[in-house]
């Protein structure tokens, strides 16, 4: 069978696509495995959330601890509308966790109002999310010229691994995300408000994206943009107008703002990550969190010193590039503080870094990106291996 056949009938998006949903897959497989559990356990159950209530069969409860955001999405997909009180786990903070509810949303509609294969679909959908980053870092690698295997490096990320396995939302929202702006790229501008939208309503930090792009309007009203993409003004308003109205209709049902349930999140530039440097030395035995902050060390200077050296990449894209990066600096030791939360949080981050390595240099690009090939395999390894499950 010849190459250029091969080409033909297995392009490589579906390729690469495959090789991340079979990799994820494997990675389900070894924890739950190794764990001795199965699905329901991804989910992370706590006994304070779950008392008194009914907890679907299959579904183990932690011995100790508050179990872990995942728990929240899962009741959010077995009731969407959060009417009977009676099924667990409760909410903690109900208009916070309501306002992420495309990824719930979805996996109730997959799974077709009934309750028994929503363990399973809450999996699915983030694999096939995964899969779809793959293949869209794939095109936006050969956009670039460079191999489409490169997209790779787009879904494995050490972030999504800790997702995965606890069922939250960054995979879903990230892929769309990175469709937004690929189709802004392509200038199919309506399509991406469309997809930014579905974003903010999925993670609503990813609507800092389409604020940044609504600088950029805003800049491009004043000044012509020459070569660049002109920046439609509906790309950040429809977004930031939709999530907004989501907000006010969560305050009118729960008396309050999400804002107002998921604080203490942001703290002053880079306070978070001296405080977590502090208790670090302080415990030297953490060598997790120690590994968790060198790779998003290495995250601020590969992908701050790609984006200076990028020779492709228009204005609006470096725009949410640096929107991101300085929102990171903003993290609070709250977000440092578990393991895997940092990562979790900077996956928008990662995502433009992604972009603006491809985006630079040939050898520079080639160093960033098999860097960081070998540090995601070596965490994603560490974690499925090192992550001891204990159920009540």
Same mark, same amino acid.
């Given at each position: 069978m +010849?190459?250029? !056949?091969?080409?033909? =009938?297995?392009?490589? $998006?579906? #390729?690469?696509?495959?090789?991340?949903?079979?990799?994820? +897959?494997?990675?389900?497989?070894?924890?739950?495995? =190794?764990?001795?559990?199965?699905?329901g356990a991804l989910i992370h159950v706590g006994p304070h959330f779950a008392h008194g209530? =009914?907890?679907?069969?299959?579904?183990p409860v932690c011995r100790s601890g508050d179990g872990y955001d995942g728990q929240f999405f899962y009741r959010l997909a077995l009731q969407p509308c959060? +009417?009977?009180?009676?099924?667990? $786990?409760?909410?903690?903070?109900?208009?916070?966790?309501?306002?992420?509810? *495309? !990824?719930? *949303? #979805? #996996?109730w509609a997959l799974s077709l109002g009934q309750a028994g294969p929503v363990r399973w679909m809450l999996v699915v959908v983030n694999v096939a999310a995964l899969g779809l980053i793959g293949a869209l870092g794939a095109?936006?690698?050969?956009?670039?010229?460079? $191999? $489409?295997?490169?997209?790779?490096?787009f879904s494995l990320y050490p972030g999504f691994v800790f997702s995965l396995l606890h069922d939250l939302p960054e995979p879903?929202?990230?892929?769309?995300?990175?469709?937004?702006?690929?189709?802004?790229?392509?200038?199919r501008q309506l399509w991406a408000t469309v997809v930014f939208s579905l974003a903010a309503l999925t993670r609503e930090t990813t609507a800092l994206a389409p604020f940044a792009l609504l600088c950029v309007w805003a800049l491009q009203s004043v000044h012509r943009p020459g070569a660049d993409t002109r920046i439609r003004w509906y790309v950040g308003t429809v977004p930031l107008a939709l999530l907004s109205a989501l907000n006010i209709a969560l305050k009118l049902k729960y008396g309050l703002f999400p804002f107002e349930q998921g604080g203490g999140n942001f703290t002053y530039p880079f306070l978070g990550y001296i405080e977590k440097v502090a208790a670090v030395l302080l415990n030297p035995g953490s060598i997790n969190a120690v590994f968790d902050l060198f790779l998003i060390a290495a995250l601020f200077i590969t992908s701050g010193y790609a984006i200076v050296n990028a020779r492709t990449g228009q204005f609006h894209e470096k725009a949410v590039f640096w929107a991101y990066l300085l929102f990171a600096c903003f993290f609070s030791e709250w977000i440092l503080a578990y393991r895997g939360g940092l990562l979790r949080?900077?996956?928008?981050? !990662?995502?433009? +870094?992604c972009m603006a390595m491809l985006g630079s240099g040939a050898k520079h690009a080639r160093l960033c990106v098999l860097s960081w090939l070998v540090l995601s395999f070596l965490t994603c390894l560490g !974690? #499925?291996?090192?992550?001891?499950?204990?159920?009540g």
């Amino acid at each position: 069978m +010849s190459a250029a !056949y091969c080409a033909r =009938r297995f392009p490589a $998006p579906a #390729v690469v696509f495959a090789a991340t949903v079979a990799i994820y +897959s494997l990675a389900i497989t070894a924890f739950l495995a =190794r764990n001795q559990t199965s699905v329901g356990a991804l989910i992370h159950v706590g006994p304070h959330f779950a008392h008194g209530l =009914r907890i679907e069969s299959g579904i183990p409860v932690c011995r100790s601890g508050d179990g872990y955001d995942g728990q929240f999405f899962y009741r959010l997909a077995l009731q969407p509308c959060y +009417s009977d009180t009676t099924i667990g $786990p409760r909410l903690d903070d109900a208009a916070y966790r309501h306002q992420r509810i *495309l !990824y719930p *949303l #979805v #996996v109730w509609a997959l799974s077709l109002g009934q309750a028994g294969p929503v363990r399973w679909m809450l999996v699915v959908v983030n694999v096939a999310a995964l899969g779809l980053i793959g293949a869209l870092g794939a095109v936006f690698a050969a956009g670039e010229r460079r $191999p $489409p295997w490169w997209g790779l490096c787009f879904s494995l990320y050490p972030g999504f691994v800790f997702s995965l396995l606890h069922d939250l939302p960054e995979p879903l929202s990230i892929c769309l995300l990175l469709g937004a702006v690929m189709l802004v790229r392509r200038g199919r501008q309506l399509w991406a408000t469309v997809v930014f939208s579905l974003a903010a309503l999925t993670r609503e930090t990813t609507a800092l994206a389409p604020f940044a792009l609504l600088c950029v309007w805003a800049l491009q009203s004043v000044h012509r943009p020459g070569a660049d993409t002109r920046i439609r003004w509906y790309v950040g308003t429809v977004p930031l107008a939709l999530l907004s109205a989501l907000n006010i209709a969560l305050k009118l049902k729960y008396g309050l703002f999400p804002f107002e349930q998921g604080g203490g999140n942001f703290t002053y530039p880079f306070l978070g990550y001296i405080e977590k440097v502090a208790a670090v030395l302080l415990n030297p035995g953490s060598i997790n969190a120690v590994f968790d902050l060198f790779l998003i060390a290495a995250l601020f200077i590969t992908s701050g010193y790609a984006i200076v050296n990028a020779r492709t990449g228009q204005f609006h894209e470096k725009a949410v590039f640096w929107a991101y990066l300085l929102f990171a600096c903003f993290f609070s030791e709250w977000i440092l503080a578990y393991r895997g939360g940092l990562l979790r949080a900077a996956s928008e981050l !990662y995502l433009v +870094s992604c972009m603006a390595m491809l985006g630079s240099g040939a050898k520079h690009a080639r160093l960033c990106v098999l860097s960081w090939l070998v540090l995601s395999f070596l965490t994603c390894l560490g !974690y #499925v291996l090192s992550n001891k499950l204990v159920f009540g």
